[in-house]
């Protein structure tokens, strides 16, 4: 299969339609505002469905309902927009409606600014929705990867019945790279749904075996069965969902760990390092929730030092310190403010703080 160049934006949006996504809802939010677009001429060319929605409020409550009946529905948000969706989010987890979600963060807090950043990421590992539930959050570091995991996530929000969101960022959708596009899944008919998905609404015309979705339940047994039951597919996505990738831990003194465009920076530091006589490895999460902690059991021996690399005050590096647990000391090396450092600022800051561990 060919590759062809494709901003992120609306490569992202292609990866969902060839999902077979038939609906979308979305508000205008820099940095993602081609994804709205583009999915407002090709989605319909497919066979879908795209709206437009007053706000993120209204987006994902659509979303919620077209899931609910069945639909394979795609919302794609910033950093703002995404705080806006948490009740929504957690509603769906209630009611177990697959969805698929895309954030291409922003840097803030607050309205923030347009450029890249990474400081969504206690909001999308522990959300801000009520009440006992996850979201398996996936951080690809390129557009490919993006498009391959917005294309599986269609299949893990149906397997889970849960919202599954993608967590980009800003640079990510808006640079171009080469990508090779996935085979098209066809929309499915709605007359195969009732067979597809037993638990859908679908309009029968009796009352006798109807679906009803909802979250709210009164009864306090009901209710905590309910969420023990939630519980029990979350135990089995922490088995199943865990995913990482990892770069030279063998004989590293400094182990970065960098998702998304940050550990594209520390590729490119770890090779400056070593002209300079200094081994560093990497350890990449592409899973934020499950976080990857069984990653950190293969760093090496002569490792001294762990640094979390991000484009934040430091919101991954509690989860780091878990995984850690007191085997290595753990550094911060980070930017904010949409600010996205060098891979020369990296290694000048990595080997500052290897010094202070020496």
């Known amino acids: 299969m060919s590759k062809v160049l494709m901003k992120g934006n609306e490569a992202f ?14 508000y205008p939010i820099t940095p993602q505002n081609e994804i709205p677009e583009y999915m407002s001429h090709e989605l319909p060319k497919a066979g879908g469905k795209f709206l437009q929605a007053e706000s993120e409020l209204a987006a994902v409550s659509m979303a919620y309902g077209a899931a609910a009946s069945g639909g394979r529905a795609f919302i794609s948000t910033s950093s703002p927009g995404l705080s806006l969706m948490q009740e929504g989010l957690g509603f769906i987890c209630s009611a177990e ?7 291409v963060s922003r840097g803030g807090p ?8 990474q400081a969504d990421y206690i909001q999308v590992t522990r959300g801000g929705y009520n009440g006992d539930a996850k979201i398996p959050v996936f951080a690809p570091a390129g557009i490919q990867e993006c498009v391959d995991l917005i294309y599986e996530a269609f299949e893990i929000a149906d397997k889970y019945r849960n919202p599954v969101l993608i967590f980009a960022d800003g640079m990510m959708g808006q640079m171009m ?22 638990w859908a609404i679908t309009g029968k015309d009796n009352h006798p075996g ?6 709210l339940r009164m009864e306090p047994n009901v209710l905590e069965e309910h ?6 597919k979350y135990a089995e996505a922490e088995r199943e969902l865990v995913r990482y990738k990892t770069q030279g831990l063998e004989d590293a003194e400094i ?12 590729a490119e530091a770890i090779e400056l390092l070593e002209e300079q006589g200094i081994k560093a490895g990497m350890i990449r999460p592409i899973s934020l929730w499950p976080f990857p902690k069984k990653a950190f059991d293969e760093i090496g021996p002569k490792t001294k030092l762990v640094i979390s690399t991000e484009l934040s005050m430091g919101q991954m590096i509690d989860d780091i310190r878990l995984a ?12 904010t403010g949409g600010i996205v450092p060098s891979s020369l600022e990296i290694v000048e800051r990595a080997k500052k703080l290897l010094e202070g561990v020496k």
């Open 210 to 215: 109807r679906n009803v979705i909802y979250s």
């Open 255 to 266: 182990v970065f760990v960098a998702f998304g465009t940050m550990s594209r920076l520390c």
């Open 97 to 103: 409606v697959p969805l698929v979600a895309l954030n």
């Open 177 to 198: 790279e080469p990508v090779e596009l996935p085979e098209k899944r066809e929309i499915v008919p709605a007359e195969k749904i009732s067979e597809l998905k037993p």
């Open 227 to 232: 969420v023990e039951h939630l519980f029990d």
């Open 110 to 117: 607050g309205v923030g600014g347009i450029q890249p950043g």
């Open 324 to 335: 850690v647990m007191n085997r290595w000391p753990v550094g911060l090396i980070n930017r």
């Open 13 to 26: 949006g292609e990866a969902a339609i060839r999902a077979g996504c038939n609906c979308y809802f979305g």
